[in-house]
């Protein structure tokens, strides 16, 4: 369309140029009439002439501009507002249609506007007829407040938002059942997977909310439940400290957790009982050793005594004396070698 007016606007000055050579040759002719007449001077009559060429183009010019306003007209009534609107900009202040223009932009803005808003509006309702309501709301809201259908955008709007309110109760429901059926077959993490997809403003998130707690809660107790079967697991092979460690990470938030901290009592007192077992071996054989006056042995084995055990105390007790009878031991060896030693020098 630019091309258009700038084709429209060279014909409009080419027809100028023709009307100002045109009245350059009727001067010359009215100077030629005007000696014929005995004239003096053509001076007047160039005059008179450039002022009937002035006079011309101002009228050629005013009809280029009367043409150019009623394409504008033209291009409104087939709701081409912005063309027209350019059209209309084209038309000089000095123009006597200028004013007129002026008023006709303002109203053609207007027009071109709601025909945007229009436009803008048929979109959402055709979005709202796929039941994209959340598109179609996003797309109203391009409309602005100052609109002139902007109280049939409100209207729709709150329409959309209600079906969308619809659907999302309709969805939430079908993650509750959806949820439900995968708690029964114990896959509760996808379950809370699914139930944090329920919005907060649908009537089902207080009680998606209390299947999370609830499911939650299994997820726990199977996880206790594991444990408690891996710990009884190595309990039964002897390794009680490894099964008390594996019962210490079993939450208190668990059902089991009250029973889970007698076992574990129970695995404290049966290492107990295999730490004094353990003792009073290793204390027997220290005894067996210091007879056969093997004392470092007997310290070594001494040694190995845990503290909670009721031996410790005398294994303490009696590594003092074992390093005491070791060191007489050494030295009545020295001795003996060297009153050998002294002996065989003697001899000789």
Do not use: W
């Not at 258009?4 to 023709?18: G, H, P, T």
């Not at 183009?57 to 150019?68: F, G, N, P, R, S």
């Amino acid at each position: 369309m630019s091309n258009f007016l700038n084709r429209l606007k060279s014909k409009a000055q080419e027809q100028i140029n023709n009307i100002e050579n045109e009245t350059l040759k009727n001067a010359a002719k009215v100077a030629q009439v005007a000696v014929d007449r005995g004239y003096q001077s053509t001076k007047k009559a160039l005059e008179e002439a450039k002022v009937q060429a002035q006079i011309k183009v101002a009228e050629a010019i005013k009809l280029q501009q009367q043409k150019t306003f009623d394409l504008a007209l033209d291009m409104a009534k087939k709701e081409n507002y912005s063309q027209a609107i350019i059209f209309l900009k084209n038309i000089p202040a000095n123009s006597e249609l200028y004013t007129e223009a002026q008023s006709q932009i303002a109203v053609y803005e207007q027009a071109a506007k709601k025909s945007k808003d229009e436009r803008i509006f048929s979109r959402a309702i055709a979005l709202a007829e796929q039941e994209e309501y959340t598109q179609a709301i996003k797309t109203l809201k391009q409309i602005s407040e100052e609109s002139s259908i902007y109280l049939d955008v409100e209207n729709k709007i709150t329409e959309y938002v209600e079906q969308v309110k619809i659907i999302e109760e309709k969805i939430a429901v079908e993650f509750l059942e959806k949820a439900a059926n995968l708690a029964d077959q114990e896959e509760y993490s996808q379950a809370l997977m699914v139930l944090e997809q329920i919005y907060q403003d649908t009537s089902a998130y207080i009680e998606a909310q209390a299947k999370k707690n609830e499911y939650q809660e299994l997820i726990r107790d199977k996880k206790a439940q594991l444990l408690l079967e891996k710990a009884i697991n190595n309990a039964n092979e002897g390794k009680y400290r490894e099964s008390i460690e594996i019962l210490n990470q079993i939450s208190n938030e668990t059902k089991i957790y009250t029973e889970v901290q007698e076992i574990i009592e129970q695995y404290q007192e049966l290492i107990k009982i295999e730490e004094k077992k353990l003792a009073e071996e290793l204390f027997n054989r220290a005894i067996t050793f210091a007879e056969q006056k093997k004392y470092t042995q007997a310290i070594d084995v001494l040694q190995q005594i845990a503290k909670t055990t009721e031996y410790y105390d005398f294994a303490q007790n009696n590594i003092v004396e074992y390093k005491r009878l070791k060191l007489e031991k050494e030295a009545n060896s020295f001795y003996s070698q060297l009153r050998r030693g002294q002996a065989h020098v003697a001899c000789n």
